[in-house]
Structure formats: structure tokens, C-alpha cells
């Protein structure tokens, strides 16, 4: 039972563009959520998070959206740089007690051609 | 570079063995968190450790077992190894025990033959 689901594996997208990474969850008890990057041979990096009292949240290029609604959140990298290139990880976590434990997707591979 | 270090990078064995992989967190960080990425998955949560006492468990297998040492370092120990155990072992960690933001290590390739 995949409770994060990110249903596409890999997007290409020309430099200066915007890309849009898409994810959407299954359990309503998810409360906040965070988006990782990684790249080859190393672990994921963290990039942006929002909780579930928050409908945006952006730093710099990144721009995260959440729509409780239709349990679906996005990450806008704009503009788009070569150096973007990596595995996309979205995360989502409930608070259970004080722990809190992620859900990873499964990823998507972005490619940010020159 | 997280701050958060993981040995070996590599580590080959055969089915039925044991072996032991080990974390460092960064410095201040008490929170100890091991997940496993097996071919083509996401990462799956198996352990939280908190100040060396076990927060939270998620997909652990009963042939797996983790510890917290009083200097923080954690040690994850997979037994009776199984080719469907071969992947990719992350560590992270985080300040406290609610990990809102887990910084990860470069993680450890387990190859089981």
C-alpha cells in the first residue's frame, strides 16, 4: 500500500524553464511534508517542506504547494538549471508522539537539458 | 556534505551471514533514523532512535536490529541475510526527536550473494 505515491519516474525539462514535480498521498493523518533531492552515490539532500496549515511555501527557486483537499502537493523549481538534475524524493510524515517517521516516494528523475 | 557518515559504503556478503552497518550522526543531533531503498522503491522507514532509546519502528524485519550507543553512534545488524535484502541502507538524523528535517548519510550498498 503505497501511501505516497509520485506517478511519474522521470520528466525532462529545458534549462530556464519551470519544472513541476507532482505527488499525491493517501492518509489523511499526514501533516507534514518535505521534498528531497539526491543525487548518485550520495544520500538525499533536503530542499523544502510545508505543513499541513500551509498552502505554499517557497525558498528562492523552490516553490512547494499543498492541496489538502485533493491530498496532492507539487514542487516548482523555477527557473530550471542543469545542476537540478537528480532524483526528486517527496516525504510525508504524521506526528505520532514526538516521533516522526517519513514516507518516501518512490522518486522521479529530473533532467534539465542545456 | 550532511555531516551524518556511514561505513562501509560497500559491503558484499553471502546469504545466511550477519553483518553490522554503522552510523555517525552530526554533531548535536540526537535522533538516529535507518531506512532501506531496495531497486526501483522509495526509502522505507525501519528505526527511530532517540538520545540511544528506540523512538518509532516502521518496516523492520525481525532478522534486523538496531542500537544507539551512548556517544549516539547506531549500529543497524542484519542477520540470516537474504538475496531480497540487497539494497541501499541510509541513515539520518536529526536534532530532536521529532524529525522535521532529517539530514541523511551517503548510505551503505549491501549486496547479498
Known amino acids: 500500500d503505497q501511501q505516497v505515491k509520485q506517478n511519474s519516474p522521470s520528466l525532462s525539462v529545458q534549462e530556464g524553464r519551470i519544472s513541476i514535480l507532482n505527488c499525491d498521498y493517501t492518509n489523511s493523518m499526514f501533516d507534514y511534508f518535505l521534498w528531497y533531492k539526491k543525487y548518485p552515490a550520495e544520500g538525499p539532500t533536503f530542499l523544502i517542506s510545508i505543513s499541513s496549515i500551509k498552502d505554499k511555501n517557497e525558498d528562492g527557486r523552490f516553490t512547494v504547494f499543498l492541496n489538502k483537499s485533493a491530498k496532492h502537493l507539487s514542487l516548482h523549481i523555477v527557473p530550471s538549471q542543469p545542476g537540478d538534475s537528480a532524483v526528486y524524493f517527496c516525504?510525508?510524515?504524521?506526528?505520532?508522539?514526538?516521533?516522526?517517521?517519513?514516507?518516501f516516494g518512490s522518486g522521479t528523475q529530473l533532467t534539465v537539458l542545456p | 556534505d550532511s555531516g551524518v557518515t556511514q561505513t562501509p559504503k560497500h559491503l558484499i556478503t553471502a546469504t545466511g551471514q550477519r553483518v553490522t552497518l554503522r552510523c555517525s550522526p552530526r554533531?548535536?543531533?540526537?535522533?538516529v533514523y535507518w531506512y532501506q531503498q531496495s531497486l526501483d522503491q522509495g526509502l522505507q522507514f525501519l528505526i527511530q532512535y532517540y538520545n540511544g532509546e528506540e523512538r518509532a519502528k516502521g518496516n523492520i524485519l525481525e532478522r534486523f536490529s538496531a542500537q544507539q550507543f551512548p556517544d549516539l553512534h547506531s549500529e543497524l545488524n542484519l542477520s540470516s541475510l537474504e538475496l531480497g535484502d540487497s539494497a541501499l541502507y541510509f541513515c539520518?538524523?536529526?536534532?530532536?526527536?521529532?524529525?522535521?528535517?532529517?539530514?541523511f548519510g551517503p548510505g551503505t550498498r549491501l549486496t547479498v550473494t
Open positions: 539520518a538524523s536529526s536534532v530532536g526527536a521529532d524529525g522535521y528535517e532529517q539530514y
Open positions: 554533531s548535536g543531533d540526537l535522533s
Open positions: 516525504a510525508a510524515s504524521p506526528r505520532r508522539g514526538s516521533a516522526r517517521q517519513l514516507t
